[in-house]
């Protein structure tokens, strides 16, 4: 099944301790992008990857790290998480191409830091 | 967010139509997009329109794209509980793969 799999799903943490979100996507895209969501804010991207070794800032990167080392990975790094990092966050890929491009999004990862 | 602006909340009683509006800034995008957000999932995919087009249909659902005024709606014939959820709006500004979303319309469907 085509799909984009985060783990972990829910997870507490403590401010200062760093953590990773991981993100695969078995469609062979080479688009993806992090996402977080919060009431009345919306979707807002954090960080996204046009291919292989290939990062950009979106538009909420501080604090946040990425790598992009193999196609089907794009893991999103929290060095030192502080609360204000508490959402739910979204993985997505998408294919490049000439068509609508469309994204398939991960089912999220609720990140609560205390 | 801001490049693409939605209502926040609609309320419809069930059975009735639901049109979700969506006001968006870039002409050249390509591609305009409804996303659904049912609670506790990620986004997927309802549908898409071709920038060529003023309208779409599919099944219950009608999109219609006003290019000049910029704006995009999404209607939803005989509403059911079942279509509670968030709707995002997005555009692909300039063509490009990176899509701006706007906030998400929630919608409330009650009996």
């Known amino acids: 099944e085509a799909q984009v799999t985060q783990n972990p799903r829910y997870l507490i943490t403590v401010t200062g301790k760093k953590l990773t979100v991981t993100c695969s996507q078995n469609?062979?895209?080479?688009?993806m992008s992090w996402y977080r969501q919060d009431p009345g804010l919306g979707l807002r991207q954090i960080y996204y990857s046009m291919n292989v070794e290939v990062t950009d800032k979106g538009d909420v990167p501080e604090g946040y790290k990425v790598s992009r080392k193999e196609k089907r990975n794009f893991p999103l790094i929290l060095e030192s998480p502080s609360p204000n990092q508490t959402s739910l966050y979204f993985c997505a890929s998408s294919p490049q191409g000439a068509g609508a491009n469309v994204l398939t999004f991960g089912a999220g990862s609720r990140l609560t830091v205390l | 967010g801001e490049d693409v602006e939605q209502s926040l909340f609609l309320s419809v009683r069930e059975g009735d139509s639901s049109v979700i509006n969506c006001t968006y800034t870039d002409s050249s995008s390509t591609y305009l997009y409804w996303y659904k957000q049912e609670p506790g999932a990620g986004l997927q995919l309802l549908t898409y329109i071709f920038s060529n087009m003023d309208m779409k249909q599919d099944q219950r659902l009608t999109v219609l794209l006003n290019k000049k005024d910029k704006h995009l709606s999404l209607r939803i014939a005989d509403t059911q509980t079942g279509d509670s959820a968030i709707y995002f709006c997005a555009e692909n500004p300039g063509g490009s793969y990176i899509p701006t979303f706007g906030r998400g319309t929630s919608l409330i469907v009650h009996p």
């Open positions: 469609m062979n895209h080479e688009y």
